[in-house]
C-alpha cells in the first residue's frame, strides 16, 4: 500500500509482540477474571503475578505485607515480572499483574522494553471499590493496601495517569467478563492456538 506524503497514519501504541499479553489497573478491576477469560477464549496460558510471588515465597500477599512491608513486596514483585519476561520457553500467555506492578517506572520500564501488549482495565473508583468490598464479603479477599474509601479513592487518583500509558485501555463498568476478553482480542488482533504448551516457572 502507498502511502501520499503528509497522510501518514498515527503509530499505533500496540507492540508487535503477538503472543504474550499484560493486564494492568487498579485493584478489582478484573484482572485475573478477565485473564482468565481471555485465555480460555484463546487457548493461551494464563497466570497471575501475585500467585507466583506467593508461590515463590510459600505465604500470602498479605503476609509478605505483614510480615516484610510494601518496599520488600515491591521488590519480589518487580524480580517476578522480570523472570516471567525472561522466560522465553513456552507459549502464548496472558499475565495479569498487581494492581501497583505497572505504576512502579522500572516495572513499566521493562515491560515496554520487551515489546508486549498491555492492557488497562478501567473502571471509576466507586465501581472498583464496590467490587472490592463485595470481594473482601464473598471471598474473604484480604487486600493490604484496600484502607477506607478515601484512602482507596486517594490512591486511584495517583495511579491512574501511570495506567493510561498501557498500550490499550478496555472500560469494564457494567461489562461481562466474557464482552470484556472479547474486546481485548480483537483490539490486539489476538489468535487462537489449537495447541498449548504447558509453561511452568523455572526454578
Ligand atoms: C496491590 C494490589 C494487589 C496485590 C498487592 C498490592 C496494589 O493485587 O498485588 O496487594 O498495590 O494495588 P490486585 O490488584 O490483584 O488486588
Not at 515465597?57 to 513486596?73: A, D
Not at 474486546?183 to 487462537?192: H, M, Q
Request: glycine share 10%; proline share 3%; charged share 30%.
Amino acid at each position: 500500500m502507498r502511502v501520499r506524503a503528509g497522510s501518514a497514519r498515527p503509530r499505533s501504541k500496540v507492540p508487535a509482540v503477538q503472543n504474550a499479553v499484560f493486564l494492568v489497573g487498579f485493584m478489582g478491576a478484573g484482572k485475573t477474571s478477565v485473564g482468565r477469560a481471555l485465555g480460555e477464549r484463546l487457548n493461551w496460558h494464563f497466570e497471575d503475578l501475585d500467585d507466583r510471588i506467593e508461590r515463590r515465597e510459600g505465604r500470602s500477599v498479605p503476609e509478605i505485607f505483614r510480615e516484610c512491608g510494601e518496599q520488600e513486596f515491591r521488590r519480589m514483585e518487580s524480580a517476578a515480572l522480570r523472570d516471567v519476561l525472561s522466560e522465553s520457553r513456552g507459549g502464548a500467555r496472558i499475565v495479569a499483574l498487581g494492581g501497583g506492578a505497572f505504576v512502579h517506572h522500572q516495572n513499566a520500564a521493562f515491560l515496554s522494553a520487551s515489546g508486549v501488549p498491555t492492557v488497562f482495565l478501567d473502571a471509576t473508583a466507586d465501581e472498583l471499590w464496590e467490587r472490592c468490598s463485595k470481594q473482601a464479603l464473598d471471598s474473604g479477599a484480604n487486600r493490604p493496601l484496600l484502607g477506607s474509601p478515601d484512602q482507596f479513592r486517594n490512591l486511584y487518583d495517583t495511579r491512574r495517569e501511570g495506567y493510561a500509558k498501557a498500550s490499550v485501555t478496555v472500560l469494564t463498568g457494567n461489562r461481562s467478563v466474557e464482552t470484556i476478553a472479547a474486546e481485548i482480542e480483537k483490539k490486539l488482533g489476538l489468535r487462537r492456538i489449537s495447541i498449548r504448551v504447558e509453561q511452568g516457572e523455572v526454578e
